[in-house]
Structures are given as structure tokens and as C-alpha cells.
């Protein structure tokens, strides 16, 4: 399977929040990498000092993830996903420039058109975001 971003996911700049695709298994799940670099955009009107990545596009960056293992699915190409919700998520540090984030997404239910997945973030192997994940299928 290709592993191209742009060829998995329709989110585009600035919205796209994966830099590549490691491992893509249909219906199953999928890895990505994301490397936060001082140029991201939502950097821009931060004080230098404290610069944080808001939890919310990190959030989104694990769902995009997640995104990937469905649309990947034969029966849902050329489909949209959304994201239905997060009906939990814990973080244990908050994200910064220079951080190299491994995202991971296992898919846990697929019912009719709604999908259910468990996501986390690591940083140099220590967990530091877990989510549960809802996904609407169009």
C-alpha cells in the first residue's frame, strides 16, 4: 500500500496534520509521524518563551490518523470520514517544537457507518496522550 499522506488522507495544508504515514492496515489500524516544527502555524501568535501546540490539533492529528485505516477499507474509498467525538482523552505532557510524536490508532468497532478507535501519542517511547475516538463514515 502506498503510504503517501495526500494519497491516504483528503486533509490538505494548513489542516493536515500528519507528516507521513508509517503503517496503514486496512480496518485495523494505522501509525503516523509528526514532527512539530516552530514553523507550525498555530505557533505563530504564541509567546516565544512558552511555546505549546494546542491539545485540540494534536487531538486532531491522532483522528487523521485513525482516518487513515478506514478510508484505506475497499468498501470505503471515495468516502468521507468526520469526526464524531472524543468521549475521552488524557494527556500526561503538554507538546512542543522539536517534538517527534508517534501517533497510533487501532480501530476497536466498526458498526454500520460509525467507527470507534483507541488512539495514543509517544514521544521518544513514553505515552503522552490517550483518546477514545468516534468516526462518522459518509
Known amino acids: 500500500m ?6 491516504i488522507i483528503p486533509q490538505r495544508y494548513p489542516f493536515q496534520m500528519i507528516d507521513r ?7 485495523i ?12 502555524w498555530f505557533f505563530a501568535n504564541q509567546p516565544a ?3 505549546v501546540a494546542p491539545r485540540p490539533v494534536m487531538i486532531e492529528a491522532m483522528a487523521q490518523t485513525g482516518v487513515a485505516a478506514i478510508l484505506s477499507m475497499d468498501k470505503n474509498k471515495g468516502k468521507n470520514v468526520f469526526f ?10 503538554d507538546f512542543r517544537p522539536g517534538d517527534k510524536l508517534t501517533l497510533a490508532v487501532k480501530l476497536k468497532k466498526m ?28
Do not use: Y
Open 111 to 138: 458498526r454500520g457507518n460509525i467507527g470507534l478507535g483507541h488512539g495514543t501519542i509517544t514521544r521518544e517511547g513514553k505515552e503522552i496522550c490517550t483518546a477514545d475516538l468516534i468516526f462518522a463514515i459518509e
Open 2 to 7: 502506498d503510504l503517501e499522506v495526500n494519497k
Open 49 to 51: 518563551d512558552h511555546l
Open 21 to 27: 504515514f508509517n503503517d496503514v492496515k486496512p480496518g
Open 29 to 40: 489500524g494505522s501509525t503516523a509521524t509528526k514532527l512539530l516544527t516552530i514553523d507550525e
Open 84 to 93: 464524531g467525538g472524543i468521549p475521552r482523552a488524557e494527556f500526561k505532557d
